[in-house]
């Protein structure tokens, strides 16, 4: 078994350069992982810190169980092949094969079986006897497959072994490397630059940038639902056209209009169910894509008609390229115009420069970004939804529902935009829903329904069975309804914009200092009471003081190293994961949040705010507050590093 786990893994070079950040992700048992990005995004970092060959600052690599981050680079059960085969010139190619299993002193029979089976899968059996020189650099790049492969490693790392190949031999030997990992049954992570590549050979992908993941996920899924800008034009070729646009609800559905171009329609509200309201404005300014594939020529292949001027058409055999401008004046037009459009078309189309011509668009597979973070503004899962709301005498009337507010929440009488985390959101309650249906997102089923015309996303945990009714709706059609709650202390209350009420957070976040002292602690030693001096681990926060456990500072340490001391560290907590308590640190008061039944308690401590629940039975006078550090999640704040 050689599944991988990779939780958390930094790695800072000694110069200061972070070459990757927070990589956290589990790898199965012979699947095959393939990092992309541009050069310099990380990816050989990251394969090399799993190699072993390069330190990992923080973090914990679990390779079949076991922790890895110290075990030695030959005891890890792994292989590797470089893109530069790093083949001995002088051996012969059974040689160079044999040579790894020879240093570990395996039976020279054993050896010989080991190469030829080897040699038979890779195609290499009658080059056994030549030097590397004398071979091309396919068969090369073979050989060094083959030392791998005798070596049955139970992990293969590939760092670009194919990008020293003509294109000819690349497409060849992909399939071969695919072909080789359905044979070895062994988890493979394979590292290129190259994204046909990686759509071509992975199961999985990681795409990365600037030493961060992007998205991981299967190709299709990549392909049709990148979670940003930079993945969706990193994948697929030509890249995507991308535009400056707004989006505007009105009474037909979404009116989408392109900046500076003629290109303004109205489409379906159900293309943009998972769009956040606060787009919708008209006023927002939003990315909008398009693959070339997804607009014709033929102007009656989509309902969205429109027209553009070619520039040029690039004939490629099979297909055509039309590289075209939706400005209409060739005046207008210039080079890397912010309307330009490439157009896929069947091979043999001709046009003349400057021809108008009508085409179409297919809307259902337009992508929307934010124009400021470049992320998808209607990802498969959201995260937040923001609702228009009324409240009349102190009762919110949202998502067809009224719920009567609490004193954290009560406000004057109006319209309000109700804003909750999809946490704020669970099934069973006053709220009536119709049931649409559940989708896979990357292995959760996530269920959505429609609440007061409002559709929401609820990712169901394994084996959760929504509970349904049916409803008859006429005399034939049926519908199947649930019921939701929406819970009131995660609930926003915005006015033009502006947040008149605070909902409580998902997290709260402590910034302190981490010292150590040696106190005495009274110890039995050779069956006396003794004074011995032992060291603990204590967080500053202003002029107060918390102590460390034991256990968490040994993995902060383990972590960061002496930088915990010097840098500062930030604790991030659920809200449970502050307790009002007798002793602790002190904290005042700053307001209380009574949602009724649960009650709240705003405290800042030093220059930061926390939140905390209080007990039924607690005096509120000046609170302590208690942290439960088993669940924190601990970071470097200087260097942003997740210690523990
Ligand atoms: P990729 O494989 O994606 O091209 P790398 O993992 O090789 O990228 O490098 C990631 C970043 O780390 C790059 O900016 C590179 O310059 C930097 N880097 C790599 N090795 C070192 C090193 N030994 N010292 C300092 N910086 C390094």
Redesign the pocket.
């Given at each position: 078994m050689a599944e991988l786990k990779l939780n958390h893994i930094y790695k800072v070079?000694?110069?200061g350069?972070k070459?990757?950040n927070d990589f956290s992700m589990e790898i199965e048992d012979k699947e095959f992982i393939v990092f992309v990005?541009?050069?310099?995004?990380?990816?050989?970092?990251?394969l090399?810190m799993i190699a072993g060959l390069e330190d990992i600052t923080a973090g914990e690599l679990i390779i079949g169980g076991e922790v890895m981050n110290y075990v030695e680079a030959k005891d890890r059960d792994i292989a590797m092949v470089f893109q530069n085969y790093a083949l001995y010139p002088h051996m012969s190619v059974y040689e160079n094969m044999a040579f790894g299993l020879r240093l570990r002193k395996l039976p020279k029979d054993e050896i010989d079986r080991k190469v030829k089976e080897a040699a038979e899968i890779l195609g290499i059996s009658e080059y056994l006897n030549k030097k590397p020189k004398e071979m091309s650099g396919g068969q090369r790049q073979r050989v060094a497959l083959g030392r791998a492969i005798v070596r049955e490693p139970k992990v293969f790392l590939l760092d670009e072994p194919l990008s020293n190949l003509d294109a000819k031999l690349r497409t060849a030997m992909r399939a071969e490397i695919s072909k080789l990992h359905k044979k070895l049954k062994t988890t493979f992570i394979y590292?290129t630059?190259d994204q046909v590549e990686a759509m071509t050979m992975g199961t999985r992908i990681v795409v990365?940038k600037d030493?961060f993941i992007q998205q991981i996920d299967s190709p299709s899924n990549l392909y049709n639902y990148p979670c940003n800008k930079f993945v969706a034009g990193f994948i697929g070729t030509p890249q995507m056209n991308f535009y400056n646009a707004k989006l505007e609800k009105t009474d037909s559905g979404i009116r989408v209009a392109f900046d500076d171009t003629n290109v303004d329609f109205s489409a379906p509200l159900k293309y943009f169910s998972k769009v956040d309201e606060i787009y919708l404005d008209g006023k927002r300014p939003i990315i909008a894509g398009i693959r070339s594939e997804h607009v014709s020529v033929d102007s009656k292949l989509y309902p969205f008609k429109t027209k553009c001027r070619v520039s040029y058409v690039e004939d490629l055999g099979v297909e055509s390229q039309i590289y075209a401008d939706f400005a209409l004046n060739a005046e207008d037009a210039v080079i890397e115009s912010p309307t330009k459009i490439i157009i896929k078309s069947p091979p043999g189309i001709k046009y003349e420069p400057d021809e108008i011509i009508d085409i179409s668009i297919d809307l259902k597979n337009m992508h929307l970004f934010d124009a400021e973070t470049e992320n998808t503004i209607a990802p498969r899962l959201p995260e937040s939804y923001g609702v228009n709301g009324t409240v009349k005498n102190n009762v919110l009337k949202v998502l067809g529902t009224e719920f009567a507010l609490p004193a954290a929440l009560s406000c004057e009488d109006g319209e309000y935009e109700v804003r909750f985390p999809r946490q704020a959101l669970s099934f069973g309650g006053s709220i009536s829903a119709v049931y649409c249906g559940e989708e896979d997102v990357n292995g959760v089923k996530v269920a959505e329904v429609n609440a007061g015309g409002k559709s929401l996303f609820l990712p169901l945990s394994e084996g959760e069975a929504v509970e349904k009714t049916v409803k008859r709706k006429g005399k034939t059609a049926s519908v199947e309804v649930c019921t939701l709650s929406l819970d009131l202390k995660y609930v926003s209350l915005l006015k033009d914009g502006e947040t008149v009420r605070t909902a409580m957070p998902l997290c709260n976040s402590l910034v302190g200092k981490v010292v150590k002292k040696k106190i005495a602690v009274a110890r039995e030693v050779n069956g006396k009471m003794k004074n011995v001096k032992e060291l603990r681990y204590y967080l500053t926060v202003g002029e107060e003081t918390a102590e460390i456990p034991e256990h968490i500072a040994e993995k902060m340490l383990k972590s960061g190293g002496k930088n915990i001391f010097r840098d500062l560290t930030e604790l991030r907590l659920g809200l449970d994961g502050i307790k009002l308590s007798q002793s602790g640190i002190t904290a005042n008061v700053e307001r209380i949040a009574d949602y009724g039944k649960d009650k709240f308690v705003e405290c800042s401590i030093a220059t930061g705010k926390v939140f905390a629940q209080i007990p039924s039975d607690c005096p509120l006078d000046a609170v302590k507050i208690e942290i439960i550090w088993d669940g924190v999640s601990i970071y470097d704040k200087d260097f942003d590093i997740r210690l523990v």
């Open positions: 070079y000694p110069n350069h070459a990757v990005g541009p050069s310099g995004c990380g990816k050989s970092t990251t090399r590292v630059h990365m030493g």
